[in-house]
């Protein structure tokens, strides 16, 4: 048995919201998400009845980040790379990605937001980067890209 989808897709009147759905892990990302995330906004950004992709998470998170249980058993690599094998949260859109960060957007979730090209935080969102407190880097360059983003306007571009 499969369980629930981890990413819901719903389509209506040109805009596409797209949800993490692992609740019970406070949306965290695990090797599923990492993959499907990029493949799913892909589509949407090919998709002519899609102007718009919101992206956001199931109550009671926005994205807690790495799930770090899965994390510690090793993330998927590239044979012979060292590296994972996706080096970024968003691939190239040309679409715009609006974040409707609805709870806690911690470390790798605080990633994801400013990967957007917009956000939308609910008066319950909250914003961390915990990437010490657990011995890691950030892996899509937030801590050197977020000043260059701010610079430009908006979180992505």
């Known amino acids: 048995m499969s369980g629930p989808p981890i990413l819901l897709v719903d389509v209506a009147d040109r805009v596409a919201v797209v949800t993490l759905n692992r609740p019970e892990r406070r949306n965290a990302l695990n090797a599923a998400l990492y993959?499907?995330?990029?493949?799913?906004?892909?589509?949407?950004?090919?998709d002519d009845s899609v102007d718009a992709t919101i992206i956001t998470g199931t109550d009671p998170a926005f994205c807690a980040g790495v799930d770090l249980k899965e994390f510690g058993d090793g993330i998927e690599r590239e044979p012979g790379s060292g590296r994972r094998t996706w080096s970024g949260f968003l691939p190239p859109l040309v679409k715009p990605v609006i974040g409707a960060i609805n709870g806690p957007a911690i470390t790798g979730g605080l990633e994801l937001a400013l990967a957007c090209d917009f956000l939308v935080a609910s008066e319950r969102a909250r914003f961390a980067d915990t990437h010490a407190r657990v011995g890691s880097c950030p892996a899509t360059g937030s801590s050197c890209a977020s000043r260059r983003r701010s610079a430009f306007g908006g979180p992505r571009r």
């Open 35 to 46: 993959r499907r995330i990029p493949q799913v906004l892909t589509e949407l950004d090919g």
